[in-house]
């Protein structure tokens, strides 16, 4: 069985100078990415903000939902993605209908303009993907995806674990 994360140790040089490096590395990619909001070439570059992609993405992935499995399934809160989904049904990406068993609640739907812009976007940020990565070897690309969702896999079970948790005592 594995040495749960809180009782490992991780003192010694070698690991310690290797979690400084990810560390870094990984504040440098959020930086980077946040700056080129990772989105895109051409016509279609910045054009869609990322909580916008991820919710459209998850609409087209998934199918129609309402906003409670919408902010479960992205491990937000309700009011955030009310708040979020409310420019992308103003702009006709996403259309809000009426549960067909309970007409009480709102089911949320990509829209056919939201399918299209979608995929306009999902195209530009695939081009460039294969501009960054065009001199890496497809086993590159493989372990780079399979490494970058394991590692976002337990970023999100940290968060998810820790959510309830109460933080440090902050000075008044």
Avoid at 146 to 151: E, K, V
């Amino acid at each position: 069985m594995p040495t749960p994360p809180e009782t490992m140790d991780m003192t010694t040089a070698q690991d310690t100078g290797l979690l400084e490096t990810l560390q870094h590395q990984v504040a440098v990619f959020a930086r980077r990415a946040e700056q080129t909001r990772l989105g895109g070439v051409g016509q279609v570059r910045n054009s869609m903000d990322r909580a916008a992609y991820l919710l459209l993405n998850r609409l087209d992935k998934e199918g129609p939902m309402g906003v409670k499995a919408l902010a479960a399934g992205m491990g937000i809160d309700s009011s955030t993605v009310t708040r979020q989904v409310a420019p992308l049904v103003d702009t006709g990406l996403v259309k809000r209908t009426s549960h067909p068993e309970d007409g009480r609640a709102v089911v949320l739907q990509l829209s056919p303009r939201g399918a299209t812009r979608l995929e306009e976007v999902r195209s530009s940020r695939q081009e460039l993907m294969a501009r960054l990565t065009h001199d890496w070897e497809p086993r590159e690309r493989e372990q780079f995806c399979a490494l970058l969702t394991r590692f976002n896999t337990a970023l999100s079970e940290h968060q998810a674990s820790h959510a309830n948790q109460p933080g440090p005592a902050r000075p008044s």
